[in-house]
């Protein structure tokens, strides 16, 4: 397997509610910091969470008090009356996926560490480590 396909790989086994493939192209990525960097671009925590019912019962579960998201939302500069359980839901639900993304930090950072081509014979499939092994593989069949 190529690098870009064990990432796209390791990228869509990890676990998070973001759509990390969505976001990051697999062909320019070498650390954590650059999945970081495009999930971020690409809006990808951004959670928006829609419907008074979804949002209170979020809010309920996650900031009974309310205390963490209008913080949040005072530091983001939203003005109290255009505050609604939706927005306030939202703000919280992108923080935490970003904590919770955040907590995959040493996993993603391992992966990339490790990453190296692999290399197929063109004949059988079979991998090897090196360009050379690969193409000795079937060479004498
Ligand atoms: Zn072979």
Redesign the pocket.
Known sequence: MKKSEKIEKFLSELETEIDVLNCVDCDNVESYDDVYNQINENQGFDIEIIYYYRAMEYLMENDNSLQESLELASEMGFDCESLSSETLASILASQNVRIEFDSLESEITDFFDNLEDDFE??????EYETEEE?EN???D?
Do not use: F, I, S
Not at 121 to 126: A, D, H, Q, R
């Open positions: 014979c063109e004949v059988c499939g079979e690969a593989c079937c060479k069949e």
